[in-house]
């Protein structure tokens, strides 16, 4: 491996005072005013002599408290709550301490983190190299592309002329001839559009021009023929007024070392003037003699031209408008550029030479960094600034052959370099560096002549070798809002709980590492298999060596270091497709190409290079084995792409029985005879996963109908398959997930996960509650399998498992799927065909891409709370501050009981969440019936109740579904049959409302509110009452009486 970036053990002494980072300029504000961009290399050795100092020798280090008092009050740049912030960065837990070594390590990971996005914003990415049909039987000599038919242009020596579109689809061809000379004696030497006028110019040996139209429907038609040059001209070139159509300059370039311009006044009237003698007729070629063109004989052009070349031929030439000057240059050591300056009111030239040693191919000038870069027969290519010819501003040195041609990207201030040794490289104008280098794919020819020509507007780059066209086309920019975690496509992902990193592979044979807890790449290794596509990635037992296979056919084991310790040689010097790598106990498997598994025995790794063992169970699978999964003690079985599951005994590697879709065809080949394949081969779907659109994935009439792409094994389930349940799953072809029990060979459950797809890719969490399948399309699906065929049953059944969530986390097709358990949290690890690897949570919200430029940090994540409706606005946007990539779709058909659990943000809150619901009747019975079963796994593991409101916010609402049609009843169709004529009456009369004094009967009365009893039992009370009253009074009334008798 090369390239390795780890963080460093021991940082040096800095000595001088100045910024870490002020080179470059299109930095973002916002990270320009973060601390550690902010302080010098004098505040930096401030901070060395504090962690240095003699009192704190006997210390591992600094604390929170510590570093924010002594830092602020030492360095004095910054706040408190900014040291604050960076310790944070630095350490993983507040808790921590940090020393030197720490501190250092951050500061030189940021800046080569940065260094990586800026390499990736500013470096084009190419695509695959095309080869274009050949049509030319000679060198191309010439390549332009024409504006008003949208076309491209290429001619080659014997004149043949192809146009293609802009797809670079072939459209016609025209055959150009001149009467001048015989067909087999005539070269083209130069063509050149002129796009004010609809026109090109053609060029021959003939030592004439023409100056045709090309027209869509009747071809190329010659209107000017200029005949009499002095010399042949080899090369041209063309300006055009984009303000005024009728100001134009056609320069050229001839073999007698002459450069002359024709510059015309009236190019859109007519580029020649018409003689008076000459037929009326537009069709009839004029003919134009260049003696005419030098006396002034044409009012509608003049002559500007020099020779201060010599006799040397002139490779190339160009007009500068901003410059207003002719540049021109020659393959000799004596004025190897020359520049013609155009004098105002004057028809004179200013000339300045520069001397190249050994003379220039070719030459480009980009006019905004008035900057002059010339191809050097030397084998440099030299920056030249036009008012400086003592000396060059800048030499870009590296090819081992000369330089054929050069090509500055404008807008990326990027410059193209393409020499004799078929290295193609780009460099950075501003540092001067080779930033990509492109080698090895062009085509393998001794002797070649080649013509280089680039398209920026359309990112086409053509290199022609001798008569083969090739094409470079640069990849569109994705935006600022996508961000890329590799530079071409990731392949596979792993996690390492041991170091707690992320471990990542491309089709480019890179593999890079990340931490989880930030989304930080700590390392980076590239060409670990040369060229070829990693395919596939494992880990030991351990956790501490690294397996990677690739499509050269052999298995590498690697250490965290980038140390290569052995090369398994699986493929038998054969260039094969490794799909995946088992590494168990004893032995490495290795499958994807072969109908047999390929063995190595781990006491058989004593030498670097190592060859595999004979796998005693012979071949019992009709096509290529694409997976295979393990269950200890000695359980193994493996898929095809035939759709065939075997079961095998790993201990001692026999073939135990068969899993199929039909029954009746489980037998195994005892003697290990090769069975025949039944049709064509197919080919291995891992090798189709980084080159296959969305839709040639779904395409139902492909191959691989029933190919298996995942296995796994469900270890939580103990015992289940012993009484009837599922114990394997697998997925693949058609977007179909199956559930099997081995031990009765018995299918028991199959559903369509992703409708329409070819194939589909899955992975699983340790304790089997969550199923995640991906497809071709970049979505995800999470499933609810816990109690999901738990139960023999004698059909196997269709019924879906609950679907929690889907979500579309990537634009292409998902490649691999991987779950990760950290903070009692489960996350979701998903790469892509788009080059991005994805973070999300098990409820499927993205936490971030890594590569993206603001870290996250898992400890102080809190799983959202889907029950919290004031939040709920505030949750999407922090997911979309904190994810970068492109989460475009996101569709949720929760489970209303798992969606439902809240997640507080302190124990006070969490307790309040449990009251309430435990202060309701039916919370108390839901407590008591959970705690007698008792869950094996609660989604996020953070709290167990469930808020009053949330429980109605998760009930699943849908849509209506349509009531069928009823038929009426009989006394709605035919009234009269049932009412008669009252109800014709009825509905003849308008219908009036009673009046008030008609609907009042009587007054009130109580004997019609209540019960007789009632009022009985009252009336008797009554009348006791008055009897008591009356006998009373009577007393009273006998008192006085009395007294007056005495």
Known sequence: MSNEHPMPRQATAITRDQPLDRTEE??????????????????????????????LYGNTGLTREEFVDKMSAVVRRGTKDEYGELFDKISLTRDDLIDWDKLTSFVLLELYERDERTKLSVTPRWKDLRLLPLIHKDAVQNMTFLKSLSSYLTVSRSGLIGIWGESLKLQRTLQITTEAAKPKDLWVTSLIALPNVNKVAVAFTSKEIYFAELNSKQGLSCQYKLQGLQGTVICMDYWCNPHDGNEAILTLGDVCGQVQAITFNTALISLFER????????????????????SGSHKCCYILRH?????????????????????????????????????????RLTKTTFHIAQGVNAFDFHS?????????????VCLWNPYVTSKHAGVLEGHSESVIAVRFITERKLLISFAKDKVLRIWDIQHQLCIQRIAGSFPKRLDFQSMLYFDESHGHLFISFHNQLTLLEMEQDPGKNRVSSHRKAVTCILYSSVFKQVISSDAGSTVIFWLLDTGQKIKEFTGCHGNAEISTMALDGSETRLFTGSTDGTVKIWDFNGHCHHKLNAGRNRTVEISQILVLTRTVLVLGWDRMITVFRLDSLTQFSVQPSEWKGGVQHRDDILCAAFLPPQTLVTGSSGGEIVVWNNSTE????KLQLKPGSSQISNSGAPIQRKGTSTSSLSSRRCTLSVADHTNPDTENG??????????????????????????????????WNTHRSKLLAEFEAHSGMEFIIMTMDQRNQYLITGDPA???????????????????????????RMFQPHDNGITDLETC?????????????????????????????FGQEEHWRIGNYIPPSFGKSENKHQMEENNVKTSSGPFVKEVTLSNPVERAIPVAEDKEDLADVVNIWDNTILGKKYKEKTNKKGRKYVLFDKATGIKPTVVFRSLNIEALTETPEMSKLNFLLAPDKYFGEKSAERSSEDIKPPTLSATLKGAFNEKNLFPKEILDREKKSRQLLEEIGNKDLIKIESKPGKLKGK
């Open 368 to 380: 905004r960094l008035n900057l002059i870069a010339t191809a050097g027969i030397n084998r440099c």
């Open 275 to 294: 003689p008076s003698s000459s037929p009326e007729d537009e069709n009839v070629t004029m003919i134009i003699k260049w003696q005419e063109l030098v």
């Open 778 to 804: 970049g979505w995800v699906k999470i499933w609810n399998v816990e109690e999901y065929c738990l139960m023999l049953s004698d059909d196997a059944t269709t019924q879906l498992p609950p679907l929690i």
């Open 26 to 55: 299109s930095e973002a504000a916002r990270s320009l005013e973060q601390l550690e961009n902010r302080l010098t290399i004098h505040d930096f050795m401030k901070m060395q002599e504090l962690f240095m100092f003699p009192e």
């Open 821 to 849: 358990l950290q903070n009692n949290g489960l996350f979701i690890l998903s790469s892509s065909t788009d080059c991005s690897v994805v973070l999300s949570d098990i409820s499927g919200v993205p936490f971030g891409v």
């Open 307 to 347: 020779k201060l070349h010599g006799n040397e031929w002139v490779r190339q030439v160009a007009y500068s408008s901003s410059l207003d000057v002719f540049m021109s240059v020659t393959t000799s050591s004596t004025n190897s550029l020359v520049l013609a300056w155009r004098e105002k009111l004057s028809r």
């Open 706 to 739: 029933n190919a298996v792409t995942r296995l796994f094994f469900l270890e939580a389930r103990k015992n289940v398959s012993v009484t009837g349940g599922a114990n394997l799953v697998s997925c693949g072809a058609a977007g179909y997930v199956r559930f």
């Open 654 to 657: 026999c073939a135990r029985t």
